[in-house]
Nanobody, 117 residues
Framework: QVQLVESGGGLVQAGGSLRLSCAAS????????MGWYRQAPGMQRELVAK???????NYADSVKGRFTISRDNAKKMVYLQMNSLKPEDTAVYYC???????????WGQGTQVTVSS
């Protein structure tokens, strides 16, 4: 199985930065796709950024140029650097992995990001 634990969320003023981290444990392969999603109150969960095992990256249009996803396969970590934060970025951010070994998708418990105006 796979467990994911996010950290790094918090309260920040608009224009500020945060770096989210996700620590994975269990069987993780470098070719597993890993990424970040978010869910604001009353909204559906949406993709923020995702990196395939081959290194391809997909960003939501709303975060392009401001957010950067990266991963350290040796440490089983994935990161989300968030710059120029806006109040509309306020949400619970979830780490996600598409496990090839277990043929299922795993989620972390989420970390709250609040951006004040």
């Amino acid at each position: 199985q796979v467990q994911l634990v996010e950290s790094g969320g918090g309260l920040v003023q608009a224009g500020g930065s945060l770096r989210l981290s996700c620590a994975a444990s269990g069987i993780i392969f470098s070719r597993d796709a890993m990424g970040w999603y978010r869910q604001a109150p009353g909204m559906q969960r949406e993709l923020v950024a995702k990196m395939t095992g081959g290194g391809s990256i997909n960003y939501a249009d709303s975060v392009k140029g401001r957010f950067t996803i990266s991963r350290d396969n040796a440490k089983k970590m994935v990161y989300l650097q968030m710059n120029s934060l806006k109040p509309e970025d306020t949400a619970v951010y979830y780490c996600n992995v598409d496990s090839i070994a277990f043929k299922k998708v795993y989620w972390g418990q989420g970390t709250q990001v609040t951006v004040s105006s």
